[in-house]
């Protein structure tokens, strides 16, 4: 299927001709430019990854939102040290999915 990027917003439309108007800004059907085949492999392609990236994000919060549960539940010294390390990884992890998602956003591979 076709893909067609706003050139006001960015947004990336899929279907055989534009949409009337871009669905986030509005703008006109003539905004739109059609992707080429490469451009739009590699969108097409950077979805599933992408996809992966952003279910950790959400993965990592809730290990977050367990391990600081743990924290406060304090049972000993050991239990805290685990959910203390589980915070800083997932930290570390999230902020290294954000950085690489920056770059795809930058090198088209996003959309
Ligand atoms: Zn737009």
Redesign the pocket.
């Known amino acids: 299927m076709a893909k067609w990027q706003?050139?006001?917003?960015?947004?990336i439309f899929d279907g055989n001709e534009a949409p009337d108007n871009?669905?986030?800004?509005?703008?006109p059907k003539e905004?739109?430019q059609k992707l080429d085949d490469d451009a739009a492999a590699l969108v097409e392609r950077s979805r599933f990854s992408n996809n992966l990236h952003m279910e950790l994000l959400t993965l990592l919060e809730r290990a977050k939102e367990i391990s600081a549960k743990g924290i406060e539940d304090a049972l000993d010294p050991a239990c805290v040290k685990i959910f203390e390390a589980m915070t800083t990884f997932a930290v570390d992890i999230q902020q290294r999915i954000k950085a690489e998602l920056k770059t795809h956003m930058t090198k088209n591979k996003w959309g």
Do not use: L, R, S
């Open positions: 706003c050139e006001v917003c960015g947004y871009c669905p986030k800004c509005g703008a905004k739109f």
